[in-house]
Each structure stands twice: as C-alpha cells, then as structure tokens.
C-alpha cells in the first residue's frame, strides 16, 4: 500500500481549499502561498478544474418541509436543557456552529468524491434495443432486410422479393465482426420472412462496425463453417428505422 508523502498532503490542501472545507486559518495560509508560489497557483488551478465542474452536474433540490422540525428534534433544540445550555439562543451557541461548519464541510468533501468515483466509473452505455442492415446485391437492388431483437434475442430476416436459387443450394446469413472472421447466423429464405435465434456470444457482436453478408451454400448450408459460395448481398449493422419496428414479433418461419 502506498503512504502518503508531505507532498501529497500539501497538494490535498489546495483541494480542500477549492472544496472550501479549510477553517479560517488553513485557508487563509493557501490563500498566502497562492500569492507568493506561481507553483501553488498552478495547483490550485489544476484542483479547481477538476473539482468545480462536477458541481455543475448536480441539480438544485428542495428540501422536504418536514426537514428543519427533524433537524430541530435531533439536535433537541426544542428541548429545556438545551435551551438553558444555549444562553442566549441557539443562534448565538457556538458549539452549535462549530459543529455545522464540520458537518457540512465533510458532507461537502463526502458528496465531492462521490461525484469523481461516479465521474471515473461510469456504467457502460446500454446497447441498441433495436438493429437493422439492408442486404444490398452486387447488382444494387436490395436482396433482404434484417432486423434485430437485442432483448430477445432474435433476427428477422425478409427478402425484397422472390429469388432463384439453383438447384441443391440454399442462402445463408454470415455475421461479420470488423478484423474477423465470419459467423454463421443461419439459413434464410429466398421468399419469406425467417426468424434466426441468436446465441448471447453473436448478440455481443453486432454493431455499426460489423456486417451482414449472404452467400449461397449447398442444402444444409455451409460444410466448412466459412462461406464457401458466392456472396450475393452485403450490408452494414445500423440502429433500426421505425419502419422496421412492425416486423419485429410478428414474422414466422415459413412451414
């Protein structure tokens, strides 16, 4: 485990002046030092920088009227020995006041390392619910659409319009990460809409940088596991329009 040097603490003495959590004293001593040291300005500027705009990601909040008769009560403000130890009001105990400034101080310095342990691990960003490709031929009329179920799993595959395949052979769909090699997703139909399932390792790959290709297998498909036909239609992995929302749920495997 590392220790802290002398340096790290007086470096940390200009973030809990930025933070404002120093007592008079302390800040006034940063406040000499930032006059006389360019070294310590330059620190305190790299703190104030850091820290100052995770404030701005915290909105205003309203407490909750029943708060300041809580607060009261806690702190027995209401109460007759604390109204005989106060004096002269709870307005002028010092106590009081010196453990609010505390209080809120460590609250303040809590609340700002929450917000950089937030800022530093931020969860992943969700995925597209929703994917779509159009499968365009080497011709440039489109061959097949594909729409993509992230949550459930599930492709819906729809040719444009009928197709000849010859005799024996069959299309089938490959799903191609960027720099890999191709995945088969499944045989699809040259006249109907399909349904493929997707395995949870072929769902973590779709995506803008991966493709969509068509090629044309023997019956069965492919016996190596790579296309080994032509390709007769490619297309890239996209967010799916709205339009292509209706087919997702609704297309069968043809009987």
């Known amino acids: 485990m590392n220790t802290p040097t002398d ?28 006059a006389a040291s360019p070294q310590a300005a330059a620190t305190e500027a790299k703190w104030r920088q850091r820290l100052l705009p995770l404030a701005e990601e915290i909105g205003p ?13 806690t ?18 105990n010092v106590r009081l006041w010196h453990w609010l400034t505390f209080g809120s101080g460590a609250l303040l310095a809590a609340a700002c390392a929450a917000l950089v342990v937030m800022a ?5 960003t969700p995925p597209i619910p929703y994917m779509a490709a159009t499968l365009t031929e080497t011709n ?17 595959v729809v040719p444009a319009a009928p197709q000849a395949v010859r005799a024996g052979h069959t299309p089938e769909l490959w799903l191609i990460p960027q720099g890999a090699r191709p995945i088969a997703v499944g045989l699809i139909s040259t006249h109907a809409p399909m349904t493929l399932a997707l395995s ?7 995506g803008p940088t991966a493709r969509l290709a068509v090629s044309i297998e023997p019956r069965g498909g492919s016996p190596t596991g790579q ?16 339009s292509a929302l209706r087919l997702v749920g609704t297309a069968q495997r043809p009987a």
Do not use: C, N
């Not at 340096?7 to 940063?30: H, P």
């Not at 296309?227 to 490619?234: D, H, L």
């Open 120 to 124: 530093t691990h931020r969860p992943p």
């Open 140 to 156: 440039g009329q489109v061959g097949w659409t594909a729409t993509m179920d992230v949550g459930k799993a599930r492709m819906i």
């Open 75 to 92: 702190l027995e403000f209401d109460s007759p020995a604390r109204a005989a130890d106060t004096r002269g009001g709870w307005w002028e």
């Open 61 to 73: 909040e309203m407490p909750p009227p029943q708060l300041w008769a809580r607060i009261r009560a």
């Open 200 to 206: 949870a390792s072929l769902v973590a790959r779709l």
């Open 227 to 242: 296309p080994t036909g032509p390709v007769v239609a490619a297309g890239a992995i996209g967010a799916a329009p709205a």
């Open 7 to 34: 340096d790290d603490k007086g470096d940390l003495r200009y973030a809990e002046y930025v933070l404002g959590v120093l007592d008079a004293d302390a800040r006034a001593a940063v406040q000499r030092e930032l």
